[in-house]
C-alpha cells in the first residue's frame, strides 16, 4: 500500500493510520456546533452577545465532563476561539480535549505546537501593538519558519477577525499572495 492511502486501514475511533490521522473530523464539527449552539443559548437569554472567555469557559466545561464519565470518550480535538470582545478588545482563548482554557496574545496547536508558540512568544515580546498585516505575516513567518516550507498562496488559508470588521472571513489568494510577497522583500 502506497503512503497517503489509507484503503485498507481500520477506521475505528481507537485506530490510528499511517498518515497520522484519527479520523475524528466530527469531534471538531460536534464541538463547533455546540459552541454555536452555546452562543445562540447566551444571546436568546441575555440578549447580547456572548463574551469570548464565557464562550470558551463553557466549551472547557462540557469537555470536562467527557473526561468523567467512562461512557463517553473524550474528544479528540483543540479549539481556538477567537472574538472582540466589546470591553477588553479582542482575545483569542484556546481549549483543549481535558478542559483547560487559557487567553492568549499568540498561540498554535497541532504537530509543532511547541515550536509554533515558542516562535510567537519571542515576538510578541518583542512587539505589543501589531496592524492587520503585521500580524497576517507574522502567521505565515511562523508555519513557514516551524515546517521549513516556503508556501504558495494556493497552499494557505488564513481566517481573519479584526476590530474593524468583527466578522469571520477567510482571505483571497490575492491577498494571501500579497503577503507572501511582503515577507519576501523584507528577508
Keep these: 500500500m502506497s503512503r497517503g492511502s489509507s484503503a485498507g486501514f481500520d477506521r475505528h475511533i481507537t485506530i490510528f493510520s499511517p498518515e497520522g490521522r484519527l479520523y475524528q473530523v466530527a ?16 444571546k436568546y437569554k441575555y440578549g447580547y452577545e456572548i463574551p469570548v472567555d464565557m464562550l470558551c469557559k463553557r ?6 465532563v467527557y473526561t ?5 470518550r473524550p474528544l479528540g480535538c483543540c479549539m ?10 479582542p482575545q483569542v482563548y484556546k481549549c483543549d480535549p481535558a478542559g483547560y482554557y487559557c487567553g492568549f496574545k499568540a498561540t498554535a496547536a497541532g504537530v509543532k505546537q511547541t515550536e509554533a508558540t515558542s516562535f510567537l ?9 501589531w496592524t492587520f498585516d503585521q500580524t497576517v505575516e507574522t502567521a505565515i513567518s511562523c508555519l513557514s519558519t516551524v515546517l521549513s516550507i516556503d508556501f504558495k498562496p494556493s497552499e494557505l488559508e488564513i481566517g481573519v477577525v479584526t476590530t474593524e470588521e468583527p466578522k ?3 482571505l483571497s489568494e490575492s491577498e494571501i499572495d500579497t503577503h507572501l510577497m511582503a515577507l519576501t ?3
Design 27 to 42: 469531534d471538531s464539527r460536534s464541538q463547533v456546533q455546540r459552541a454555536r449552539y452555546e452562543a445562540a443559548n447566551w
Design 168 to 170: 469571520f472571513r477567510i
Design 68 to 72: 468523567q464519565n467512562a461512557e463517553m
Design 185 to 187: 522583500e523584507r528577508d
Design 121 to 129: 512568544e519571542k515576538k510578541v515580546k518583542k512587539k505589543l501593538d
Design 80 to 89: 481556538i476561539v477567537v472574538g472582540v470582545d466589546e470591553e477588553l478588545g
Design 59 to 64: 466549551i472547557a466545561d462540557i469537555s470536562q
